[in-house]
């Protein structure tokens, strides 16, 4: 665990930029709707035969894997080379680094070989965070996903594809699904809803996966998914990271899908014109059923394609803010 | 192991043009003959100063390589490069894609991730098929090898080689030797030839390496090596899979070397003009001895140089596939 | 081991021209000097917003590492990327090429898919040597540390470091400190300090740990740091592999620390415009006291910045070498 700093002392310039991108708290409804607008002008890129543009040329993007995630490396790597970046792949393993100083010698290493930007997953809520305040200020930081702490990239992808499907997000009741207690996602998701001015967030899951006063975030309590679900115009699932399921936190597989499982059954209270979205890789049978995960409602697929376009926009803005940032420091001197 | 449809319903277009490349089997002569004639420009290219063409620019090329195989991997990932595509490298042990839903999962990922083409090397066959049939028929999946059954562009490199030693295909005879039935090369080489219309194909192998009608295919069999070198004009050897010894298709390694080893002396039986080729990596005393791999006759590093030529043309000719047919598609809305 | 030829028949072309890049042993003062002229206007580069020129377009640079070395690979990873090059990564393990045949077919089949410079690091010394002379001498070959012969591309970055700092050379007084007799990094500094004119070059290191006959290569050798560092202008840490702690070669980490390791205390000893090197990566309280590495004198990063330039440089300066003699060679037949 790194100790916290306020956000957005860390994350905008002193123009109020982006030059950082670790937590969707404490970002304005502006700066939110500035990365959507950013992410959706990239989707329409993704449709030309060239998926390529010249913003970061030159440029040398590092992703800083200290926990493995094949599927959200390859998804920053694509992203980074589609804005024509070099990208330099570094899988660290968490125990090479667990002196906090050979963490910070080795990414005072990479910024010393001119690295613009660094792309950090890591097992520690903060780890992000701390690189950019205390280690390497100069390089922009985007957060894979700290611990339990956020996961900014994912919710950000989530609230365009809401976007795109339901307009506004004002009217919307939205339901986010499953172990609330160890997600990271859902924390960012919540932030980044109550910022957009989403109606109404409620959190469904068994009383041992909820956070200590989860009330607080501005949420409404669920423990009985019939009751939560009813009338919602966005089902969000998490994903149920199965270690947990051999400690005593959660019931059986086929208990927990009884539960809170997305069948087609369950799906029949939300408002007809619903959509269902997971972060992926999903667990049929799990969390979700087959037909929901395959059907009509469902925008995981979309959510994927949107992730590359919404890591392309934060990634650019980034960029953007620490240029400006920099030529402001050089006027000054 | 996949079922299989007529191979040519799936990798040509409605123009009949490539779209994937999949397998040599049911490939008009017309069809081998450009992909050689565009694999030929390619060698030209290749002694240029500057080896890259814009051909792929833009386009995502990710290589799924479910079996391990770091030589082919690489020719691919440099035959994407230098056609100036942006490559990701995805190592995914089968294991954890053992549910065919999980792979078809992953798959559809990447295809939501604007991916454009698909190099797959899978150790069952047909994979490559299934992939472009039923998953993501709107990527170019590329056959790098699937488990026994083909490996296209291995065979398309060695019509290579042999047409610009050989000139025409009508006049020549052309021995395969080895370890016939486990071997995914010795199919597509003996489906290409055919289709080029070599006047002779001998297979020479002993009785339990041979797979049951193997005649069908329109070869000649040989148990005995002796015999069946006679007078042919191109020797193409089988790699020998070591770990096929410890079963009991095979005779110890020295006495394969005695029967089935190319040997100098043995080479005295071919025609005076014949080359000698082998897929690499060689086995230098199991399959061939080391004066003929370095000598006179063998095309082994010219079969390398090849294998990159050979590549950028398929996978240039099933993107222009590709992306023709999407065109046609959006004419026709 | 491999045998060894006299480097400079094998590093430069017929015109003097830089090659391969094997060794600073045998090269001229104004080969060393260009070396570091070319990587100072690379460091000038780097301060650009765009990072990238494109001398290596259409080149294929394979990182052969036959070693791990996370940290080298990357450099040079990277450099190869802002000069345009298309990159491989190959990790080889040593067990798999233990015969030296095989190496020999790996290497050539690389340059068969027309590689245009290896970059070599290898646990035996010569194994850069060996390939460049007897292998695949059209593919330019970089030194990227072999066995305990050479590190060149290590001790260049250090000289343009200690000529940024010092200017001239001719007046300095340089310690060399530690594990003399393992470390391929103190034969490549000596070989380019003595070249470039350094006054006077001391090892210090515990007698167990200095190599026979080193006082021939022209240095002083001290077993007593106190002495050994008295006004010396430039201190050069060698990094401890601290698995031959294990060994009786060496004291204790702690003993090791007070008799060879850089505290501020014996800082005081040395000039007082003083700089302090080390090649990373550092073992904080083994080699140098913390507050040493982060302190005013230290070089450390900047070792790091300008080493991304000499790899530059060199590569940038081998291919054209190799171009050269490429047109020589086609102008004469």
Redesign the interface.
């Known amino acids: 665990m790194f100790e916290q700093q306020d956000p957005n002392l860390i994350q905008l310039n002193s123009a109020g930029q982006l030059k950082h991108f670790l937590t969707t708290e404490g970002l304005s409804r502006e700066m939110l709707t500035e990365i959507l607008d950013t992410a959706d002008s990239f989707v329409d890129m ?1 449709a ?5 543009v010249p913003l970061l ?4 993007v590092v992703n800083l894997f200290f926990e493995a995630s ?2 959200t490396a ?2 920053f ?2 992203a980074a ?2 804005l024509s970046a ?1 990208v ?1 792949n ?1 899988n660290i393993k968490t125990s090479s680094t667990s002196k906090g ?2 963490l910070k ?2 990414l ?2 990479m ?4 690295s613009d930007m660094f792309v950090v997953r890591h097992s520690d809520s903060g780890a992000a965070h701390y690189i950019a305040s205390n280690v390497t200020p100069h390089v922009a930081v985007i957060n894979a996903g700290d611990g339990r702490h956020a996961h900014p990239t994912q919710a950000m992808l989530d609230m365009l594809t809401i976007r795109q499907h339901k307009g506004a997000f004002e009217p919307l009741t939205v339901a986010i699904v499953g172990d609330i207690l160890h997600s990271r996602v859902a924390r960012s998701q919540i932030h980044a809803l109550r910022t957009l001015g989403a109606k109404e967030i409620r959190v469904i899951a068994p009383t041992t996966l909820l956070p200590r006063h989860i009330e607080a975030l501005g949420v409404t309590v669920y423990t009985d998914m019939l009751q939560g679900l009813k009338d919602v115009d966005v089902v969000m699932m998490l994903r149920l990271q199965k270690e947990r399921m051999q400690s005593a936190l959660l019931p059986s597989e086929s208990e927990f899908y009884n539960l809170y499982g997305l069948t087609e059954e369950k799906l029949k209270l939300t408002h007809p014109d619903s959509i269902v979205m997971h972060p ?3 667990n ?1 049978g799990v969390e979700i059923e ?1 037909s929901v995960a395959d059907g009509p409602k469902s925008m995981i ?2 959510q ?2 949107n ?2 376009a919404v890591r392309m926009a934060v990634m650019s803005m980034a960029m953007g803010g620490q ?1 400006t940032e920099h030529q402001a420091e050089r006027g000054s001197e």
């Open positions: 993704s030309q035969q060239v998926k390529k040329r030159g440029k040398t094949t599927r390859s998804t790597e694509l080379k589609r070099d330099l570094l100083e050979t010698d080795t005072m290493t910024e010393a070989m001119h992926g890789p999903i049929r087959t697929l979309k994927v394609t992730g590359i240029m």
